[in-house]
C-alpha cells in the first residue's frame, strides 16, 4: 500500500480543486451556440424555436437552466447549446413548482 505525503497531497487536492473549477467555468462558457433545427439531436427530439403545445415552452421546462428572462439559454438536454425560451421538444417536462 503507497502511502501520501502532505505535499503528495496537497499538489493532488489543488490541482483537482482548479480542475473542477476552471471546468464548471468552461462548460458555461461554452454553452453559447444557439441550436438550429437541423441539429441530429433537435431533429430527434422534434425541436421547434416556437412551441405549438399550449401551455408547453422551453421556458417553463424543468431542463432549461440559465438566468430567467433571457431569449435564449442553456438546455440540460443540448449541452453546449443555447434554446429558444418560446421553443419546445418532446423532452419537455413542466417546472416543479
Known sequence: MSQF????FLKISGTSL????????ALRASAQ????????????LQYTHESTVDGANCD???YIQGEAGAQWR??????????NAD??????VKKPG
Open 5 to 8: 505525503n502532505r505535499r503528495d
Open 33 to 44: 451556440e444557439q441550436l438550429s433545427t437541423d441539429d441530429a439531436t433537435a431533429k430527434a
Open 18 to 25: 482548479i480542475g473542477l473549477t476552471l471546468g464548471g467555468v
Open 74 to 83: 442553456p438546455c440540460a438536454i443540448f449541452p453546449g447549446k443555447t434554446v
Open 87 to 92: 421553443g419546445w421538444c418532446s423532452a419537455w
Open 60 to 62: 417553463n421546462c424543468m
